[in-house]
């Protein structure tokens, strides 16, 4: 498969520019330069920056020169310490990936699209000098099956907008059901050199998501070990996520999580790449901060041998709290080690 070089081993921002209370103060110091030169020391090759356009716009559309000034920082931090950035737009008009946001519309409204359209319009006149660095994710975790249709059609016209003014930015599309490695076969565009393919992994989700408040299924006083088996994995599943985990039902119920999951649940992502000729990336992964440090530990060794038998370049989610931060102290006495499989 293609290699994607420069994005291998990368770093998720997230809560900087998204996810956040949109503050001057939360953007002026929740990353400062010295995170910058402290994932560039974890060995990363590039940072994912998801970016709400609240930052870059306001409620007419308008552009907000101060978020951009706030964007052209984090792109110059990035470039003084050797490091690439994949622009990821988190949220936009319309749609958002956590429905608590409130946004809703994008993909029958052409209105909305069309706003999206003139935000990378505008995101392309102002960074295609930077071409060299950096990568623009059109959109983070589109969620519903049914909007793909609509999604290949807009991310086609957006593409050939952005191609206008910055033709060798890489660019990033992703599929259904938050990003999901099923999806991937379902991303149908135009050809384009500089196109890379983009999913998501938290597989095995009731590992991953064990505790997490923000579903509403799940009890937040629930653990499971790495080591369960694939019956308690998926017997749990089904109590607190309302569904099986995803592949665990093609193994027998005494199965144990192993590289081979990993390898074998990329493999139709793989192919679909391969097919197209394009890179394969997987921009979020990791394990909640209610996860025992050691188990986390060993989930990232498991996937990251994945992640280097097929090339695939990857963004861990994410440097600093928002549930999973790498940089957090309950990591401390196992961070050493777990940065070597980023």
């Not at 974890?42 to 978020?67: F, I, K, T």
């Not at 935000?119 to 969620?143: G, Q, S």
């Not at 074998?264 to 192919?271: G, Q, T």
């Not at 197209?276 to 992964?285: D, I």
């Amino acid at each position: 498969m293609k290699v994607w070089k420069g994005f291998q081993k990368g770093i998720d921002l997230g809560g900087w520019f998204s996810q956040c209370d949109y503050t001057e103060e939360r953007y002026r110091d929740f990353i400062r330069e010295e995170d910058f030169a402290v994932i560039r020391a974890w060995g990363a090759d590039h940072v994912r920056l998801p970016v709400d356009y609240n930052l870059l716009e306001d409620e007419n559309a308008a552009p907000r020169e101060s978020g951009y000034r706030h964007l052209e920082r984090a792109v110059a931090c990035c470039r003084r310490n050797g490091l690439n950035m994949v622009l990821d737009l988190h949220k936009t008009a319309g749609f958002s990936f956590d429905a608590e946001e409130g946004e809703s519309g994008f993909f029958e409204s052409e209105k909305y699209q069309e706003r999206f359209y003139r935000l990378w319009e505008n995101l392309a006149k102002r960074f295609a000098k930077d071409a060299d660095m950096l990568a623009f994710e059109l959109l983070n975790e589109v969620t519903e099956k049914d909007y793909m249709p609509a999604w290949n059609r807009i991310a086609a016209e957006c593409i050939r907008r952005i191609r206008a003014f910055a033709p060798i930015v890489p660019v990033l599309v992703g599929g259904y059901w938050h990003n999901s490695a099923v999806s991937v076969k379902d991303i149908d565009l135009p050809d384009d050199p500089y196109l890379v393919y983009n999913f998501h992994c938290y597989e095995p989700l009731i590992f991953t998501h064990q505790g997490a408040g923000w579903i509403p299924t799940m009890d937040p006083d629930f653990r499971i070990s790495v080591t369960s088996s694939f019956g308690e994995l998926d017997e749990a599943s089904r109590r607190m996520l309302d569904g099986t985990c995803a592949g665990l039902d093609a193994y027998p119920p005494e199965t144990k999580l192993s590289v081979r999951y990993f390898t074998d649940f990329f493999a139709e992502a793989v192919e679909a790449a391969e097919k197209k000729g394009v890179p394969l990336y997987c921009g979020e992964y990791g394990v909640i901060d209610k996860g025992r440090p050691d188990e986390t530990l060993a989930w990232y060794r498991m996937i990251h041998q994945a992640f280097e038998q097929f090339g695939i370049g990857r963004a861990a989610w994410s440097y600093r709290e928002m549930d999973f931060g790498l940089a957090d102290a309950r990591l401390d006495g196992v961070r050493e080690e777990l940065i070597r499989y980023l």
